[in-house]
């Protein structure tokens, strides 16, 4: 199974600082299609995951443009550029290029 | 909008069987692959099972592989997930999740399953 490693696994930020997720899988994510299938969600407490990220880069409707995806192969980012109160909770990347589809640990984001 | 509602969580014992529900609406069920997606209480995601729109094959967790089967109504656009054998080690919130090919695009509230004796 492809393993996703997130670094770091919290993160405390001050408000409109910048943030930054790093994710690392054990093989490449390029599809047979040339696409890489990395994507980010993002969980709230208590509530269920919603997606950010797909494909890398693109971000899905409603997405505030103050987060951005890239990466490929096997290294990705996921970076926030001005952190606001309602960005914190829990961001995890997940792999949809190999079966079985694999998410990494999560990172934990809170506001300093 | 799209819904995803799913029902059938509750506590049961190990060994012992239970039978999820996803009804949906919103988006043309009978065209969309579906998953199948948990969160153990206080821990990260896993993926748990996919069948395609058509429902020719199926895709497991190795952890759930035996013993999890899902399966889709396209009529009622309903996603089933009938849970066997098992283990507290499945309790966890169940999440129906919407395929958005190598993605997953919308999830339903989840449905807590607890394993305890």
């Known amino acids: 199974d492809v393993v996703m490693t997130q670094s770091p696994l919290s993160l405390s930020v001050a408000l409109g600082q910048p943030a930054s997720i790093s994710c690392r899988s054990s093989?490449?994510?390029?599809?047979?299609?040339?696409?890489?299938?990395l994507n980010w969600f993002h969980q709230r407490p208590g509530q269920s995951p919603r997606r950010l990220i797909y494909k890398v880069s693109s971000r899905d409707s409603g997405v505030p443009d103050r987060f951005s995806g890239s990466g490929s192969g096997t290294d990705f980012t996921l970076k926030i550029s001005r952190v606001e109160a309602e960005d914190v909770g829990v961001y995890y990347c997940?792999?949809?290029?190999?079966?079985?589809?694999?998410f990494g640990q999560g990172t934990k984001v809170e506001i300093k | 909008q799209v819904q995803l509602v799913e029902s059938g969580g509750g506590v049961v014992q190990p060994g012992g069987s239970l039978r999820l529900s996803c009804a949906t609406s919103?988006?043309?069920?009978?065209?969309?692959?579906m998953h199948w997606v948990r969160q153990a209480p206080g821990e990260g995601l896993e993926w748990v099972a996919m069948m395609p729109y058509d429902g020719s094959y199926t895709e497991y967790a190795d952890s759930v592989k035996g013993r999890f089967t899902i399966s889709r109504d396209n009529s009622k656009n309903t996603l089933n997930l009938l849970m066997n054998t098992l283990r507290p080690e499945d309790t966890a919130v169940y999440y129906c999740v919407k395929d958005d090919y190598g993605s997953l695009d919308y999830w339903g509230q989840g449905t807590l399953v607890t394993v305890s004796s």
């Open positions: 919103g988006f043309t069920f009978s065209r969309s692959a």
């Open positions: 093989q490449s994510l390029v599809h047979s299609d040339g696409n890489d299938y």
């Open positions: 997940m792999q949809g290029t190999h079966w079985p589809w694999t």
